[in-house]
């Protein structure tokens, strides 16, 4: 059952983020050899909030450690998260609301 965002995420990033985490950690990526991106993907940091949610630190703050911007990170992140629009209307002859799978 997929997790809400509010339940356990503060927004899509942390989820994108923490999916990819567990993707990781469960079989890993073959293939994963730009050096670069994994130390962008080690350099990013998370906490959870006092709500229990997760968040990942902003771009500012990992700035302020001296981090470089996570772009060959956040591509992959990209590549494996789920977009899924949460309401969709279709005009077929008539209007329909489709809800994600």
Same mark, same amino acid.
């Given at each position: 059952?997929?997790? !809400? ?8 990033? =942390?989820?994108?983020?923490?999916? *990819?985490?567990? $993707? *990781? /950690? ?16 080690? @350099?990013?940091?998370?906490?959870? $909030?006092? =709500? @229990?949610?997760?968040?990942? /630190?902003? %771009?500012?703050?990992? %700035? %302020?450690? @001296?981090?470089? !911007? ?7 992140? *990209? ?6 629009? *949460? ?6 002859? @008539? ?7």
């Amino acid at each position: 059952m997929p997790r !809400s965002t509010n339940e356990h995420f503060v927004n899509a990033k =942390a989820e994108a983020y923490w999916s *990819l985490r567990e $993707t *990781l /950690e469960r079989r890993g990526l073959a293939g994963l050899t730009d050096e670069e991106m994994q130390a962008q993907l080690a @350099g990013i940091r998370y906490r959870h $909030t006092a =709500a @229990g949610r997760v968040e990942i /630190e902003s %771009k500012d703050d990992a %700035k %302020k450690r @001296g981090q470089s !911007s996570p772009h060959r990170a956040e591509a992959l992140v *990209l590549a494996f998260a789920r977009v899924a629009p *949460l309401q969709q209307t279709v005009v077929l002859g @008539g209007a329909y609301t489709i809800s994600p799978i």
